[in-house]
C-alpha cells in the first residue's frame, strides 16, 4: 500500500522548546496532507489540512502559531509545535491523500494514508 | 459494551470466530466511509472503504456493510486470528472533505 513516514517517531523535548515533526509520502505524491492529534485511548482529531503551495487550513480550535505546519512539496509536510508546553504532549499522526485515480492500492481518490505517528512528550 | 470517559468499547473474541465491529455515523450527507485499524503506539492502517452508492464490499477476511437508512456502517472479519487485536476505527467524509473518526473499538482476540 501507499507509504507514509514521519520523523521522528518520538521526542522529548524541555518546555518552551519548539519541535519540527516531518511527514513524507514515499511512493506517491501527495496534493493534501492532514495533521491529526491522538490523546490515549481517544479518536484522533484532525488538527489542520495542508496544501501543497498554500496556506494551511486549521481547525477551530487549534492556534495557528503555534502549530506552524509547511508542505513545501507534493511528498512533504511538516508540523513545528513551538514554545511546546506539558499540555502539548501527544500523539501526532500525519495523513496523505494521493493525487489522481486509485492505483490499486485498495482504496480511493478520497483515502488518506496514515503516518506510523510521532510521540512528543515536553517536560 | 458502552464506552464511559476514556474507555474504549470492547469485543472480546476467540481465535477462529467471525468478528463484526459497528459504527453508527452521525451525516447523512457523507458518501465516503474507510475502515481503519490502529495497532498500539502506531498511526491507523487502511482495511477497506465504500462509497453510499454501494451496501457491500468484500475484501481478503473483511466485509464492509453501509445502512444508509439507519446511518449505520459495520466491519465483519472472518476467522479473527489474534493479529486481529487493534482499536478499529471507522471514518466518514463527503465529497472531498476531510475525514471524521468515530470513536473506535477495541477487539481483543485470544488465542
Known amino acids: 500500500g501507499a507509504v507514509v513516514s514521519q520523523h521522528p517517531s518520538w521526542v522529548i523535548c524541555k518546555s518552551g522548546t519548539s519541535v519540527k515533526i516531518e511527514c513524507r509520502s514515499l511512493d506517491f505524491q501527495a496534493t493534501t496532507m492532514f495533521w491529526y492529534r491522538q490523546f490515549p485511548k481517544q479518536s484522533l482529531m484532525l488538527m489542520a489540512t495542508s496544501n501543497e503551495g498554500s496556506k494551511a487550513t486549521y481547525e477551530q480550535g487549534v492556534e495557528k502559531d503555534k502549530f506552524l505546519i509547511n508542505h513545501a512539496s507534493l511528498t512533504l509536510s511538516t508540523l513545528t509545535v513551538t514554545s511546546a508546553h506539558p499540555e502539548d504532549s501527544s500523539f501526532y499522526i500525519c495523513s496523505a491523500r494521493e493525487i489522481g485515480v486509485g492505483s490499486g492500492r485498495g482504496g480511493s481518490t478520497d483515502t488518506q494514508y496514515f503516518g506510523p505517528g510521532t510521540r512528543l512528550t515536553v517536560l | ?111
Open chain 2, 1 to 111: 459494551g458502552e464506552s464511559v470517559g476514556l474507555h474504549l468499547p470492547t469485543l472480546s473474541v476467540q481465535e477462529g470466530d467471525n468478528s463484526i465491529i459497528n459504527c453508527a455515523y452521525s451525516n447523512s450527507a457523507s458518501d465516503y466511509f474507510i475502515w481503519y485499524k490502529q495497532e498500539s503506539g502506531k498511526g491507523p492502517q487502511f482495511i477497506i472503504d465504500i462509497r453510499s452508492n454501494m451496501d457491500k464490499r468484500q475484501g481478503q477476511r473483511v466485509t464492509v456493510l453501509l445502512n444508509k437508512t439507519v446511518k449505520h456502517l459495520s466491519l465483519q472479519i472472518a476467522a479473527t486470528q489474534p493479529g486481529d487485536s487493534a482499536v478499529y476505527f471507522c471514518a466518514e467524509s463527503r465529497g472531498y472533505s476531510t475525514l471524521t473518526f468515530g470513536k473506535g473499538t477495541m477487539l481483543l482476540v485470544s488465542p
